[in-house]
């Protein structure tokens, strides 16, 4: 195994706005409480020192309540039991419960945690570091979790679903076993894919506990504590936060402060998200819909349910359980009921997250250390050849198509298709034209102009009919480099989004998480490319 790295800036696959994070722009420091480098973690250590203890408490037995039918490694035991001490802190990333992880990120994201947890250990021997995966169980975006890709061919689960997708009963999911079966054949890898999903979906209830039993069966042994923040217990410490929000819009009037403050800057960033006066659901029996005020009574939105003031009150006190964080809400949950220090989310996760730290000084709220989770590349020998032979870099292949083929066909060429000497000659005789124009009648000026635009955009259709008759005549060179760039990047997309974990896990079984492990480092700030044996 290789691993190359390029800027992440460099992969044209990421905004500006993370970007310019990552490059520690001066604009927005007000927006971030520290930088995501070793050194800044002994001050998060020291601001998240007064985590209390009886939180600590109530995320023990919860956690102790979840594993209760698991079978845990003595990695993750340990782990979880640290959790009670002062000196342990937590690193975590979240995610949606996909269909049999869903994309190849996934496993990016948990390794990414495990292994700063390691770093961090190494940096400060004297505390100790727990990885967290939050599972999304109260998600109610079915769409965007009932499928995952395989050789192409999308396995979709299809059902009539409503409320939160924690509790979602796994029935009729055999079929989808069946189809997942038959593209894999029968190799020692294919049958442990198939045990794994056999006995995650189809040996479990829900969609939460099925989605735990695969994380465990993939990092259990790395120490990997798996979170379900659908908690009682765990929610009524979140009470007065849900209240202020209630009452007092005061997590609205944060965020809304803080996107007119990126508005302003001259990145021309993107609003990943935006607040409502309310950023809590309401969540009962296959419900969960938003909690919207009119005239000082509450309403359930597309329900009959209501409340006064004073009702929504003691049902919050009653029924913390009922309350769901929205997509602003939920990372301040997170962060009241974790010892955590760092949040490591992909790049749209880290752009709503910049919206926040406002909102967390309000509520007095330590704000997490924010790292972009690694991303890779994998390629295979045989790929590596390919490109090797074709004289095709590994910048090159992130260019969009229509540029990788254009800078590769001139490249080759045995011809010069750029233009450039051209045009410049062009415009230096131009020059002369437009001095005789002045000095003998200036109304001539518009005339030679616009001669020289028309000669300049004729010599720009020269140039693209040469490159295309280029392109024809090495037309099987184009048809090996699109479709090694097409292998590489499925639907013209990092690869990491498209695939899942079990194509490359078909090809390397019990070496690939290992490998990965092996070659991504949190820290790098670099886009990993793996190069598998």
């Known amino acids: 195994m290789e691993v190359e790295c390029i800027p992440f ?3 044209g696959y990421f905004s500006n706005l993370i970007c310019d994070y990552l490059d520690g722009k001066e604009s927005l420091s007000p927006f971030y409480e520290r930088p995501p480098q070793i050194d ?3 001050e998060q250590i020291s601001a998240k020192q007064n985590f209390p203890s009886s939180h600590r408490e109530v995320l023990y037995l919860a956690l102790k309540h979840q594993y209760r039918d698991i079978d845990v490694s003595e990695d993750t035991k340990v782990n979880i039991s640290l959790l009670k001490e002062p000196s342990t802190y937590t690193v975590v990333t979240g995610h949606q419960l996909n269909l049999f992880t869903g994309p190849l990120y996934f496993l990016y994201k948990i390794i990414s945690t495990i292994n700063l947890t390691k770093e961090l250990k190494l940096a400060n021997p004297e505390n100790n570091f727990v990885p967290i995966y939050w599972m999304a169980t109260e998600d109610h975006d079915f769409d965007e979790i009932n499928y995952f890709n395989f050789k192409g ?3 979709q689960w299809n059902k009539n679903v409503s409320g939160a997708v924690g509790p979602l009963a796994t029935d009729g999911l055999e079929s989808i076993l069946e189809a ?3 593209e894999m054949g029968n190799s020692i890898n294919a049958t442990k894919l198939k045990e794994w999903f056999a006995k995650a979906y189809l040996e479990h209830d829900n969609l939460a506990d099925a ?3 695969l994380a465990n069966e993939l990092f259990g042994e790395h120490g990997l504590v798996i979170l379900d923040g659908n ?3 765990l929610k009524r410490l979140l009470v007065p936060f849900v209240k202020r929000d209630l ?4 997590s609205y009037n944060k965020v809304v402060e803080t996107i007119d403050q990126l508005q302003i800057l001259p990145g021309n960033y993107s609003i990943q998200v935006n607040p409502r006066e309310i950023n809590y659901f309401y969540l009962l029996d296959g419900v969960r819909e938003r909690i919207v005020e009119q005239d000082g009574r509450f309403y359930v939105n597309d329900t009959k349910i209501e409340f006064s003031e004073e009702e929504i009150l003691k049902e919050l006190e009653h029924y913390p359980e009922r309350f769901s964080p929205n997509v602003i809400t939920r990372p301040l949950y997170q962060e009241v009921i974790l010892p955590n220090l760092c949040y490591i989310g992909g790049g749209g996760e880290l752009a709503y997250w910049l919206q926040l730290k406002a909102m967390f000084t309000e509520m007095k ?8 989770r690694n991303s890779a590349l994998v390629i295979t020998g045989k790929q590596m050849e390919k490109l090797e032979r074709m004289n095709i870099s590994l910048s090159d292949i992130f260019l969009n198509q229509s540029s990788f083929i254009n800078k590769k066909i001139r490249e080759i060429s045995n011809i010069d298709i750029d233009f450039t000497p051209q045009k410049k000659y062009l415009q230096e005789q131009f020059k002369d034209l437009y001095d005789l124009a002045d000095k003998t009648d200036a109304s001539f000026l518009g005339a030679v102009k616009a001669q020289e635009v028309k000669q300049l955009k004729g010599l720009d259709n020269l140039q693209g009919r040469l490159l295309k008759a280029q392109k024809r005549k090495l037309q099987d060179h184009v048809v090996r480099m699109t479709e090694i760039q097409n292998q590489l990047f499925p639907n013209k997309s990092l690869q990491e989004r498209n695939l899942n974990f079990s194509e490359l896990y078909l090809e390397y079984g019990e070496r690939l998480i290992p490998h990965l492990m092996k070659a991504l480092r949190p820290l790098s700030g670099e886009f990993s490319i793996v190069k598998m044996d």
Do not use: D, G, Y
């Open 247 to 250: 009452l007092e819009n005061a």
């Open 365 to 372: 709220v330590p704000f997490p250390i924010l790292l972009l």
């Open 40 to 42: 800044q973690f002994a």
């Open 153 to 155: 061919k999308k396995l």
């Open 9 to 11: 800036k460099k992969t």
């Open 180 to 182: 997942f079966s038959n």
């Open 211 to 213: 989605t735990r039993f």
């Open 231 to 233: 908690n009682t217990e």
